[in-house]
């Protein structure tokens, strides 16, 4: 049974940084695309970052571009978000995502949340003004 465990996350000012962490438990071969989506109250869950394990491309949406950054820990089996230079539009719930599934444009950013089967518990990040 596949398990995404989520910590970090919480309350900061803008132009903070936060940390968010990924773990994954229970697989018997590596994820081939693990991403974070975020949620705000009354808006549809957008896929902001995804890395594809296998190379380590990483992808971002372009209002996180420059901000966000992600990465992976294969020793931890842990996927991270860096979140730098926090605004107020960034606080959402976030979660990790993971999919096992092959594409023929496999380098290329998974942004659908349909993409995915496992999902981690979420955490909430949120930035005063």
């Known amino acids: 049974q596949v398990q995404l465990v989520q910590s970090g996350g919480g309350s900061v000012q803008v132009g903070g940084s936060l940390r968010l962490s990924c773990t994954v438990y229970g697989y018997t071969y590596n994820p081939n695309y693990i991403s974070w989506f975020r949620q705000a109250p009354g808006k549809e869950r957008e896929g902001v970052a995804t890395?594809?394990?296998?190379?380590?491309?990483?992808y971002y949406a372009d209002s996180v571009k420059g901000r966000f950054t992600i990465s992976q820990d294969n020793a931890k089996n842990t996927v991270h978000l860096q979140m730098n230079s926090l605004k107020p539009e960034d606080t959402a719930m976030y979660y990790c995502?993971?999919?096992?599934?092959?594409?023929?444009?496999?380098?290329?950013?998974?942004?659908?949340?349909?993409?995915?089967?496992?999902w981690g518990q979420g955490t909430q990040v949120t930035v005063s003004s």
């Open positions: 890395i594809y394990t296998g190379a380590g491309s990483t």
């Open positions: 995502a993971a999919s096992f599934r092959y594409y023929s444009d496999y380098d290329a950013p998974r942004f659908s949340a349909s993409e995915y089967n496992y």
